[in-house]
């Protein structure tokens, strides 16, 4: 077997890079030392948001976006969302999830029948506050206006894949009063987030909630190995420019072959 020429140093690094990511889960799942991860500050605001509803007699609404599970985006947001039930389920407060997607739908229903059962609190859990409301885009976001005007929830999450009915979502959830957290890799929609809600996990941000929150060993090990492999690449980046400004190739060499 030959390797193709000018891919042996990426070759390199990508064994480099898996041999990381198993380290590290290794080392998570058998509950070793490994670096601490980086808490975002939206984080530390969904306890401070579900216990502001608690105190207020007001519910919580998620809205996991409106991709399709085949989204990374949507499968972060399920993690989350697993977490914000089960502190809803503990402080006996209601918990309204949104759907788009109807395949998402009966997952985000056994997320959140999961939750309770876990905290004990089985006979809390409501099903019909775990609501489909429609496939089509902007019935979803009418549908969900509806709710956050009548049923004035104190929360407002958006977490997951969101498009167009970002700014719908948060303007409502600002005039209804709402502490709002959001959070999207889709970049073209940040901007609105970041304008209109309390705290905004920018980009892969969502994705590093999931694993802060779940604890989840493939989750934190793969990561850490991402972070890694992003500050080493940045290294490479600042000392290849300055090589080749001064003329001297030998890194360029290397990464060549």
Same mark, same amino acid.
């Given at each position: ?18 041999? $990381?990511?198993?380290?590290? %889960?290794?080392?998570?799942? =058998?509950?070793? *030392? +490994?670096?601490?991860? #980086? ?14 509803? $608690? ?6 609404? /998620?809205?996991p ?7 990374? @985006? ?9 977490? !914000? ?7 006996? $407060? ?10 998402? #739908? ?10 309770f059962?876990?905290?004990? *609190?089985?006979?809390?859990? =409501? ?5 489909? +409301?429609? &496939? ?7 549908? !969900? ?22 700014? +719908? /979502?948060?303007e ?21 987030? !970041? ?11 969502? #994705? ?7 604890? &989840?060993? %493939?989750?934190?090990?793969s990561?850490?190995? @991402?972070?890694?492999? *992003? ?8 000392l ?11 890194? *360029?060499?290397i990464?060549? =072959?």
């Open positions: 077997m030959t390797i193709a020429e000018g891919q042996v140093f990426s070759l390199i690094c990508l064994i480099i890079y898996c041999a $990381t990511v198993l380290v590290m %889960i290794s080392r998570s799942r =058998k509950g070793m *030392k +490994i670096p601490e991860l #980086y808490q975002v500050p939206g984080l530390e605001a969904l306890d401070e948001a579900i216990g502001r509803c $608690t105190e207020m007699g007001r519910p919580v609404h /998620f809205s976006g409106i991709g399709g599970v085949d989204n990374a @985006q949507t499968l972060a947001a399920l993690s989350i969302l697993s977490y !914000v039930a089960r502190q809803c389920a503990r402080y006996d $407060t209601d918990l309204i999830v949104t759907n788009r997607i109807t395949v998402v #739908y009966p997952i985000t229903e056994e997320v959140v029948k999961q939750a059962i876990e905290e004990g *609190k089985a006979d809390r859990f =409501k099903p019909e506050n775990v609501r489909f +409301i429609s &496939e089509d885009q902007f019935a979803y976001a009418t549908g !969900v206006t509806g709710i956050m005007y009548r049923e004035n929830p104190a929360a407002n999450l958006l977490l997951g894949a969101f498009w167009a009915e970002s700014l +719908i /979502f948060a409502v959830g600002a005039i209804a009063g709402a502490i709002q957290i959001a959070g999207t890799a889709n970049t073209h929609q940040i901007p609105f987030f !970041v304008a209109a809600c309390d705290y905004c996990l920018i980009g892969e941000e969502l #994705y590093a909630a999931s694993a802060y929150l779940t604890r &989840e060993p %493939i989750l934190v090990g990561l850490i190995a @991402q972070d890694w492999g *992003k500050m080493f690449a940045a290294v490479f980046m600042v290849g420019t300055i090589l080749v400004t001064f003329q001297i190739t030998w890194l *360029k060499d990464m060549s =072959k």
